[in-house]
């Protein structure tokens, strides 16, 4: 899990730069589809430090980040 809460400001860009994932979905489909969904770089790299696993939807990606 991460050190700390992400902030607002990624949780908000979250929705969209995971949009067209097909979950479940290893971490490496997750950051793929943030990058090709044109997310900033400081959210792609937080989701590159999320354990390398599969992730069965999005509550289950904002779960390992801290949020829920």
């Known amino acids: ?3 700390g809460r ?4 990624f949780l908000a860009q979250l929705p969209e730069a ?3 994932v ?3 979905a ?3 489909d ?3 589809m943030a990058q090709m969904n044109g997310a900033s770089a400081t ?3 937080r989701l590159k430090d999320l354990p390398e696993r599969d992730y ?3 509550a289950a990606v904002l779960a390992e980040i801290g949020v829920i």
Do not use: A, C, K, Y
């Not at 992400?6 to 400001?9: G, I, K």
């Open 18 to 20: 995971l949009r067209g």
């Open 6 to 9: 992400m902030p607002q400001t």
């Open 30 to 32: 997750i950051v793929e």
């Open 56 to 58: 069965d939807n999005i």
């Open 43 to 45: 959210l792609v790299d």
């Open 1 to 3: 899990m991460f050190e």
């Open 22 to 24: 097909d979950f479940p």
């Open 26 to 28: 290893s971490r490496d």
